[in-house]
């Protein structure tokens, strides 16, 4: 069936480095990319969007990039902080609708 | 805004027992869905309504869950009887039609069915 999948469960960094959180999708179709960070006992928060027309986004210290030729979305942060600890999880959505992958557990060591 | 508000935040409940989770979405959005989270399957949608009306239910796992949103204020899903196997986080979200940076969710209510 169609999935929104990630390809590393878990992922530990220096603080003051940069991350780099992956995520494969199957679905040609959707019209927009979302991340979410989830941190315990709280429901996702957005972080950054990307539409399907677009290859790149910068936010606040996150960039996320697109690449539709192998279905495949990135979320890079910049000088990661203890406070960017949290599960991160890329959602794709299509006609209104917004499904989530698995989820990346962010480790950050100070 | 006070954002999308869940109750309740926690529910332990005994088995065959119905359950009722609420949530409010925020004014004005247009779309309300109902997820569930567990560590083996993630975040699974399980129905969603646009302007109230129920859209798709595909992933409500079976006849003892059922949702309703009788106006643009609130919703509720309710499990009955509930199961064991149905102790998750249930997260209710809301969205504004075309921007999915509004997707906003809830604080999520924590089941448990013993």
């Known amino acids: 069936g169609e999935s929104v999948g990630l390809h590393l469960p878990t992922l530990s960094v220096q603080e003051g480095d940069n991350s780099i959180i992956n995520c494969a999708y199957s679905?040609?179709?959707?019209?927009?990319f979302i991340w979410y960070k989830q941190e315990s006992g709280k429901g996702p928060q957005f972080i950054i969007d990307i539409r399907s027309n677009m290859d790149k986004r910068q936010g606040q210290r996150v960039t996320v990039l697109l690449n539709k030729t192998v279905k495949h979305l990135s979320l890079q942060i910049a000088a990661t902080q203890p406070g960017d600890s949290a599960v991160y999880f890329c959602?794709?959505?299509?006609?209104?609708?917004?499904?989530f992958g698995q989820g990346t557990e962010l480790s950050v060591k100070p | 805004d006070a954002g999308v508000i869940q109750s309740p935040r926690h529910e332990v409940t005994e088995m065959g027992q119905e359950v009722t989770l609420r949530c409010k979405p925020i004014s004005g959005h247009d779309y309300l869905f109902w997820y569930r989270q567990t560590m083996m399957r993630g975040l699974e949608l399980l129905i969603y309504f646009n302007n109230n009306v129920p859209i798709d239910d595909s992933g409500m796992p079976e006849d003892r869950f059922s949702a309703k949103m009788p106006n643009a204020s609130f919703s509720t899903l309710k499990i009955q009887p509930s199961e064991p196997r149905d102790s998750a986080v249930y997260f209710c979200a809301s969205s504004l039609t075309g921007q999915g940076k509004s997707y906003t969710f809830g604080s999520g209510t924590r089941l448990t069915v013993v």
């Open positions: 679905n040609s179709a959707s019209d927009y």
């Open positions: 959602a794709e959505g299509r006609g209104g609708k917004l499904i």
